[in-house]
């Protein structure tokens, strides 16, 4: 057990890392944070602090699919948005592209190390996992869970002034065969 719990926190900072990352290459980030900077950005609330009440309002829709919640989906909600705000107060907002890539690559390699991390730990999945897996246990397609889901926060985020670029395509296309690769490599053995 105190393996899960080493590789559940160390998964969820890593994760917080790697979107601050991301944000501050400024080429485009992952639908729900794209989501979560265009609430950010509309409201004036700290990016963080946004992550994690849209982590509790999923959470909340979790009641009528009767999904229950793990140690890593409450652990998730409250150190992810944390992390990230204090990653983006140490990590520079830099203007060359020669630094802005590696830091959006960087970023997305170590958000697929660190879900390995943490969804391997076995604790619990993440708020926005367990939204899918709860609709996909009542009749929707896992597939058509998953991709409404993640259109609908990528396109409300964008509507609120989140940013979409080429790191939201990279994203979108390397994070799961990634996160598979470092999923079968981290994962604690049942």
């Known amino acids: 057990m105190g393996l899960r719990v080493e590789r559940l926190f160390t998964g969820l900072v890593l994760f917080g890392v790697s979107v601050a990352m991301m944000l501050s290459a400024g ?3 992952a639908s729900w944070d794209v989501l979560h900077q265009g609430v950010a950005r509309s409201t004036g609330v700290p990016f963080g602090w946004v992550v994690n009440a849209m982590g509790v309002l999923v959470l909340l829709a979790w009641i009528p699919l009767r999904v229950r ?3 890593g989906t409450v652990a998730n909600v409250l ?7 204090g990653a983006l107060a140490l990590l520079p907002e ?5 630094v802005r890539v590696p830091l959006l690559l960087g970023g997305i390699v170590l958000n ?3 879900t390995g991390l943490y969804v391997g730990a076995g604790l619990g999945p993440g708020p926005r996992d367990g939204l899918m897996t709860g609709l996909a246990a009542r009749g929707v397609s896992l597939r058509v869970a998953r991709t409404g889901i993640e259109v609908a926060a990528l396109a409300g985020g964008w509507l ?6 080429v790191g ?23």
Do not use: N
């Open 160 to 165: 609120l002034g989140g940013t979409v670029g």
């Open 27 to 29: 080429l485009g980030v």
């Open 94 to 98: 830099p203007d060359a592209l020669s």
């Open 69 to 71: 919640p793990g140690v």
């Open 112 to 114: 697929a190390v660190a």
């Open 79 to 85: 150190v992810v948005g944390v992390v990230a705000d």
């Open 168 to 190: 939201t395509v990279l994203f979108a296309g390397a994070i799961g065969p990634l996160t598979q690769l470092f999923l079968r490599r981290l994962a604690v053995p049942s």
